[in-house]
């Protein structure tokens, strides 16, 4: 699928609600925690997640966004790990979103790792996508190995966050929508009362 990134870009930067992510973002990168709130409110009342998932991210660094929350696991010798809960996604079909969060990741090429400077041992960090099926999110970055959380936090901040991530989110959202799209075809095609009204879904 093809997309035209600027025009992207564009649609999202103008949008109230983008402006209310930058100012989500900036309280992420200062690493002000906001807490559970509504979002996580409506994520433990989804029937598909499991009680073990919800009890542990009660006990997680939260950062609420317009789209979702966001958690922050310290993982020990294996590196801090930050989990996207994405609303839409655990909302309409969490399992099918992991394939399309995915796809996105690939057609929009952004698999490679990330290499950043510790600020205080000067070693080297590695940021990288990770399986999230495990926490039951839309998507998952980790950071290897254990360092200094606000260089990497930074760099989630300044590069991923405002240029990466909506361009990833709103990919997976037209993946998702095409393949139910088709699944409504199929379902009209063989009622036998003819074609049904195809449905919109909104963010």
């Not at 542990?56 to 922050?72: A, H, I, K, N, V």
């Not at 399309?100 to 510790?118: C, G, P, T, Y």
């Not at 991923?160 to 379902?187: N, Q, S």
Request: net charge positive.
């Amino acid at each position: 699928m093809l997309i035209n990134r600027r025009s992207v870009r564009r649609t999202i930067a103008s949008s109230p609600l983008r402006k209310a992510e930058l100012l989500a973002i900036e309280r992420f990168r200062k690493g002000r925690r906001t807490g559970a709130g509504a979002q996580f409110g409506e994520f433990l009342i989804a029937p598909m997640i499991p009680d073990r998932v919800k009890r542990q991210l009660l006990s997680e660094p939260f950062y609420e966004f317009p789209w979702g929350f966001m958690t922050e696991s310290h993982l020990g010798a294996e590196g801090i790990r930050w989990d996207f809960h994405v609303q839409w996604a655990w909302k309409l079909n969490l399992p099918m979103c992991w394939a399309k969060f995915d796809q996105a990741h690939s057609e929009l090429a952004v698999w490679e790792l990330h290499k950043l400077r510790d600020s205080r041992s000067q070693n080297a960090v590695t940021i990288n996508t990770v399986d999230a099926r495990p926490n039951y999110s839309a998507m998952s970055l980790n950071s290897s190995p254990p360092s200094d959380v606000a260089t990497a936090r930074a760099w989630i901040a300044e590069r991923y966050l405002p240029v990466i991530w909506p361009l990833v989110r709103d990919l997976a959202f037209e993946l998702f929508a095409d393949v139910m799209a088709k699944t409504e075809g199929k379902a009209a095609n063989n009622s036998a009362f003819g074609p049904m009204q195809s449905k919109q879904v909104f963010l």
